[in-house]
């Protein structure tokens, strides 16, 4: 890969800017098509300054995660529709100074759970209300899944289900919904590292019939994850949907089809 003046600069805004793979994922599809990018993190402790750095730099594009996929929109110039309906971004991109965002997540996460299920009409618990979550929930409605928002914080919970139209409760209710539930999603960072030793869920509640889906993809054997496999359920890694999400914002910021391939290998 040469950097010119010429070369175009995909950025990277979140917390697991030490951990993340897609420098990695991004970078080789690059380099295999030829394209002139480069996919490069930034630590960023001030967000209204950060965006005001990609727009002023002419930074083509962003990758955006925890714990900013909210806050973002607030300093952005518009969203897309699908964006705007969940109310959380997880890419922006700069056309001439104009910022505009975007959101993957819930499409990536789909096309990851239909590797392996249908949706349609499935009892789905989804455990958090944050970016990822929002993003997800929608994807599920849309795809006919009977959804339940878990959180600790009920309120939380609450506005969420209130926006996407399905049922909610708290953490406390999770081993009656779960003796009904076909699916499980943890969309919280817990289990992330350093605090891999952690599950929302006990694992006398898991069942073999029940598939898991946890998105935290550091480490990648998560404790809900090594639980869920001992009792015999199916599992869904995060990278998955870190996948799909990527190869669908691949094309949002350059303009074609990613390499899925190439990309694939680059989780591997």
Request: one cysteine or more.
């Amino acid at each position: 890969m040469k950097i010119n003046g010429e070369t175009k600069i995909i950025g990277f805004l979140g917390s697991t800017y030490k951990t993340s793979k897609m420098y990695t994922l991004y970078n080789r599809a690059f380099d295999k098509l030829g394209l002139n990018f480069v996919y490069i993190p930034f630590v960023v402790k001030n967000l209204k300054k950060a965006v005001e750095g990609i727009r002023n730099l002419g930074i083509a594009g962003v990758g955006v995660t925890i714990p900013f996929k909210i806050e973002i929109v607030k300093y952005l110039d518009e969203l897309d529709d699908n964006a705007k309906r969940i109310g959380a971004v997880n890419v922006v991109i700069n056309n001439n100074g104009k910022l505009t965002g975007s959101n993957t997540d819930g499409l990536g996460g789909i096309k990851a759970l239909k590797e392996i299920t249908d949706l349609r009409n499935k009892k789905v618990l989804l455990l958090g209300a944050g970016g990822a979550a929002r993003a997800l929930a929608f994807a599920l409605k849309d795809e006919g899944a009977k959804l339940t928002i878990i959180n600790r914080t009920v309120e939380e919970a609450e506005n969420l289900a209130k926006a996407v139209g399905c049922r909610f409760c708290g953490l406390d209710k999770i081993s009656k919904e779960i003796s009904t539930a076909d699916i499980l999603i943890n969309s919280t960072s817990v289990g992330m590292n350093p605090n891999d030793n952690q599950s929302l869920v006990e694992k006398t509640l898991l069942k073999p019939n029940l598939i898991i889906m946890d998105l935290v993809t550091h480490p990648k054997e998560t404790k809900l994850i090594k639980e869920a496999r001992e009792k015999g359920c199916r599992i869904v890694y995060g990278e998955r949907m870190l996948l799909w999400q990527a190869v669908l914002k691949f094309k949002l910021f350059t303009g074609i089809e990613a390499p899925v391939e190439i990309m694939e290998e680059s989780l591997c």
